[in-house]
């Protein structure tokens, strides 16, 4: 009984430690610099306006990955560790994603070190506007990056596959969520050589995650995924990963166990012929 116990609070801990508010990160930077890693995932042209102090910046919009075939997946995890090397993590590192609010960006980084088994991981809710706003130092200096091999171990259950998916499409306990537009989910605009959504999926827009910039209580987010079922596998898509990560991570913060993020994304199954579709011309 007592082991069950450690377990679930130890897995509580780590949904929390996924959320970090200006003031703690104000507080845990001023106690304990040397393990904290604060990555600004904005773009450079942002980051040099103005940045959290010590904040280095890597733009993860240069992670875009429409390839999850048993080769693509081989390839994203040597570029991906080679990058996350050049950024310093290390076993012991508690890493800080921001970006303008609790965006796609922070999301995307902290999915990224969940995938390689870094569970040391968090997003600054609210982003570099809550933190400016609150009224906490800022810097415009840039901060050098710090080299130390990355070796995390890969854990599947958060990385979903093309081939994945196609196998379990008629599957009652799995469910899809579509993190795009309304209009990108009906076909209504286009950004692929097919239009629509993937089979049985069902649309929550990741706008919807978030109000005032930070992400919306658990109450209100709980009534949003509503129609998704706790104990069924939940995979989420967008575009190319990003948003996705967004509802994979609001879906993490509400107590769901089984969540994958599709890689690949629309960028991927929207351009290959050989997937089904729905709502497509």
């Known amino acids: 009984m007592k082991t069950t116990l450690y377990i679930l609070l130890d897995y509580q801990e780590i949904l929390l430690n996924q959320l970090i508010s200006t ?14 890693i604060i990555i600004d995932a904005r773009s450079f042209s942002e980051y040099k306006n103005g940045h959290i102090p010590g904040a280095i910046n890597v733009d993860l919009f240069q992670l875009h990955w429409f390839d999850t ?10 570029q991906t560790r080679m990058l996350l090397s050049h950024i310093g993590i290390q076993r012991k590192s508690q890493v800080i994603f921001y970006d303008s609010v609790s965006g796609i960006l ?9 995938y390689f088994s870094h569970n040391k991981v968090s997003m ?4 570099f506007e809550k933190w400016k706003n609150d009224g906490y130092d800022i810097e415009v200096r840039t901060t050098p990056l710090k080299y130390s091999e990355f070796k995390g171990k890969v854990n599947n259950k958060v990385l979903a596959t093309a081939k994945e998916i196609k196998g379990l499409l008629n599957n009652k306990n799995v469910s899809i969520v579509d993190a795009r537009t309304g209009k990108e989910y009906d076909g209504s605009d286009v950004r692929a050589v097919r239009r629509g959504h993937i089979p049985s999926a069902i649309n929550i827009d990741w706008e919807n995650n978030i109000e005032n910039g930070v992400f ?8 949003i995924y509503s129609d998704v079922p706790k104990k069924s ?3 989420t898509y967008c575009q190319g ?20 993020m599709y890689l690949g994304s629309w960028g991927e199954w929207g351009n290959k ?5 729905s709502n497509a011309d």
Do not use: E, T
């Not at 075939?69 to 040597?78: E, H, P, T, V, Y």
């Not at 922070?106 to 969940?114: E, N, P, Q």
């Open 216 to 223: 919306k209580s658990n109450s209100k987010l709980s009534r």
């Open 233 to 235: 596998q939940i995979i």
């Open 273 to 277: 012929l050989n997937l089904p579709v």
């Open 124 to 127: 600054l809710d609210g982003g």
């Open 241 to 260: 990963g990003y948003r996705a990560a967004n509802a994979f991570l609001a879906l993490k913060l509400l107590g769901y166990d089984k969540v994958k």
């Open 69 to 78: 075939s048993k080769k693509g997946i081989k390839d994203f995890n040597r």
């Open 23 to 36: 003031k703690d990160l104000h507080n845990r930077v001023s106690k304990s610099k040397n393990r904290n």
């Open 106 to 114: 922070a999301a995307r980084g902290v999915w990224l070190l969940l």
